[in-house]
């Protein structure tokens, strides 16, 4: 493999969701995105991935652009569902009595 990102990958579920984990992660500190909601940031991140994953890949119609909107939903909410468990699971003790 010598691309660690194609558009193909980036069209699928998991590629995506990938994208928008870090993507997410590396401007949601940045000046005025900082004051926008995580969760809006992570879905418009996933609406730019997956349309632009679409358009590259020749797959772009009014009824796919429109349909992403929705799947971008799902995207963003894994995405963030992800983050939080890799977070949490650096945080939670285990007491041995």
């Not at 940045?30 to 879905?43: A, L, M």
């Not at 799902?74 to 983050?83: E, F, K, Q, R």
């Amino acid at each position: 493999m010598n691309d660690f990102f194609t558009w193909s990958l980036l069209g699928t579920y998991s590629g995506a969701i990938l994208a928008v984990t870090l993507i997410t992660q590396f401007v949601k500190g940045i000046g005025f995105i900082d004051r926008i909601p995580t969760r809006f940031v992570s879905w418009i991140v996933a609406v730019v991935v997956l349309i632009l994953a679409q358009a590259f890949t020749e797959q772009l119609t009014v009824s796919s652009g429109v349909l992403t909107l929705l799947n971008a939903v799902v995207v963003s909410l894994a995405a963030n569902g992800t983050y939080d468990a890799i977070a949490d699971a650096g945080t939670k003790r285990i007491d041995i009595d």
